[in-house]
């Protein structure tokens, strides 16, 4: 399980770099100020987290980040009692500690923890807002400046890995997408140091990959890997050998399309 620090920022200059691709922020805060849960819909990469991130530094509150995936239970996320010291004691697990806290508790592809994750959720995000704690017999009620947050990829589900609607129905939300080249490109120009008339070909590109999305490719680039790659070209490396090392090999084992995306590049770089 993967658990940020604590972000406490109290002002947006101290906030991890955001670009505002509409109004998203001023709902997330509009939510938040009202106690509401927030989910966040988009493809993998384009900038989910990094958006949850900024929030929780402008609106000066800590952030709790689990990872989810298969073996995440409810246990990981409520706490559970280990031997210490010879004795055993009670220790919270992030979920806990942002309710007694008043900290952001954000489970990123909340698809892909285990089922009894969202049974934990429910009375969370509905009018009660208490955590039932049953191995020490607690009912926690949140603390008036806890917020949940949950993030999806809904194009990258299976039967048996979707977000029930009744679940749905207790988030306010907001989806995201990968952002337009006028805002991706100084993005990736800031985070990576590369000069925006040389990004300007690299999310040109990875246009044209996310394009091949459900034919060639499973997933799009993300604006991530678009990051990465103009990263290693500032410092040096050939276009080329950037483009396949973070933009290509990422994407795809199969040779056939490998070669086809390398004469994409062609095409777009010359």
Request: with cysteine; proline share 6%.
């Amino acid at each position: 399980m993967q658990m940020d620090g604590t972000f406490n920022a109290k002002g947006g200059a101290d906030a991890p770099f955001y670009l505002a691709q509409g109004d998203e922020c001023d709902v997330f805060a509009a939510a938040a100020a009202h106690r509401l849960p927030v989910l966040l819909k988009g493809p993998t990469g384009c900038g989910k987290t990094r958006f949850v991130a900024h929030m929780a530094a402008r609106l000066g509150r800590p952030l709790y980040t689990v990872a989810c995936h298969d073996d995440l239970s409810a246990a990981d996320l409520i706490g559970r009692y280990l031997l210490k010291g010879g004795e055993t004691i009670w220790i919270d697990g992030p979920l806990t500690r942002a309710v007694r806290e008043g900290a952001i508790c954000y489970l990123d592809e909340v698809v892909e923890a285990r089922k009894d994750v969202t049974v934990v959720l429910h009375p969370l995000t509905d009018d009660r807002r208490i955590l039932p704690v049953d191995r020490t017999g607690e009912e926690l009620v949140a603390h008036p400046d806890f917020l949940l947050v949950a993030s999806y990829n809904p194009g990258y589900q299976n039967i048996l890995k979707t977000l029930k609607p009744s679940t749905r129905q207790r988030f306010v939300s907001l989806e995201f997408s990968f952002p337009r080249p006028e805002h991706e490109i100084p993005v990736v120009a800031r985070e990576s140091g590369l000069a925006e008339d040389r990004v300007q070909p690299l999310v040109r590109l990875a246009g044209k990959l996310r394009a091949m999305k459900g034919q060639d490719l499973e997933e799009g680039v993300s604006t991530r890997l678009v990051v990465y790659a103009a990263t290693l070209i500032a410092g040096g490396m050939p276009v080329e050998r950037a483009i396949r090392a973070a933009m290509i090999e990422p994407l795809t084992d199969d040779a056939d399309v490998k070669a086809g995306l390398r004469d994409l590049v062609t095409a777009v770089f010359g």
